[in-house]
């Protein structure tokens, strides 16, 4: 995390005061006459789901301005569990006010009495309940990533808007025209940052496309994509950042993917990525051909060590976690700084292990102690086996002091086990950056 206690605090309270508008809106001013507990109980279950899922478009991790400093695997986390959490709030709306008055089960559900205010209240709930479950076993459902893209920006649409509706219809805490209007208005905000992310970020990349100039195999399984700025001066970045690829003629398209960035920050103006085949995407980018238009959404990510400013630094990596961290080393040899640097690289097997021969230049270039870590080493191998734990650390890292700062990248099962050790050894909490790759 990037920033302190204070501004944590601010964030989490301008999220819960969105969260929380509908019910405020509803019992703070001009309220109805209250009915039984169980009742108001189950109507406040419903307001709170439409707060929660409106302000899931803000914390979608598209939106660069909203906590800035926590961290994409934190915001992309919360995400998930706070969708569990309205999908909950959406299931049992219903059933408490049903159990609280059985007769409610006839007013809202017989479609004789308001025909649109019991398919707008059947349709919500059908609609979170496969938007959610599709979102948490996407392979079970056989969707493409593409598929599951578009059905999830279109069920997000739909459902906050019929939950606006099924509140106005329901006509008791909404009858008056300022409360609907304010009401719409937080709809209308977070329909809004979809149409903008969807709409009008392609409509700007249009003046700022890119051109992959090669395609280059490595090993384990992964390919590089190196990109060129056509007509504009590239990206600036941070090293460990990463942005949004759309291969094609145009960037509507619903095939855009997560990339960490692997080049040098001092040269924006060209850009790789490099991914392991592990999906339908992944698994193409070997097949693509120079000159293939690319559009690159971006930067975005606060995992990033300002290698300017020549700090000691600690990283660990395992397996493809290494692209950001290659990207901060890239950096440093290309400003020929040389602070104290350690990178502990964990992989498979010698195979799986990335960029090895220039991590190995890199080790007599800067001032890198180099260790690789292999969990299924092969007969010849004579370094370091097994996984990273407390003893590996000891033997290779300096004792912690204030000047050094760390970066894990990895599975989460490395990053949980490290985490502690490096708490342990001294590590202040706000100089440990973390980045899990299981996100997308």
Known sequence: MKYGFLQALTWIVVYLSMVLLPMV??????????????????????LLALGVLAMQSVISGRQRWFARGAGMDNILQFHRQVGIFALLLVLIHPAAMFIANPDYLFIYID??????RTAVLGFIVAATLFLVTSSLWRPSFRLSYEQWRLLHGILFILIIAG????????????????????????VGFALLLVIESRLLRPLRMLRRPWRVIEAKPETGQATTLVFDAEGHNGMKFQPGQFIWLTLGDSPFSLQQHPFSICSSAAHPEK????????????RSLSKVNPGTRAWLEGPYGVFIHRAFSSRDAVFIAGGVGITPIISMLRTYRDLGTQSPLWLIYACADAESILFR????DM????????????????????GETGFVDADLLARYLPEDNDAIEYFL???????DSVEPILIARGAALNRVYSERFNLV
């Open 25 to 46: 809106l509803a019992i703070g001013f001009q309220a109805p006459p209250a009915r039984p507990f169980a009742a108001e109980f189950g109507a406040m279950l419903g």
């Open 163 to 186: 939950g606006l509706g099924h509140a106005v219809l329901v006509n008791n805490y909404f009858a008056q025209d300022w409360k609907q209007i304010v009401l719409a208005s937080l």
């Open 409 to 415: 990248c990895g599975p989460p099962p490395m990053m």
């Open 111 to 116: 479609p004789r009495v308001n025909f649109l």
């Open 357 to 360: 021969d220039e991590l190995d």
């Open 363 to 382: 080790a007599d270039q800067l001032s890198l102690t180099l260790v690789y870590v292999l969990a299924n080493p092969p007969k010849y191998w004579t």
């Open 271 to 282: 850009l790789t990525i490099t991914a392991k085949a592990l999906g339908d995407f992944t």
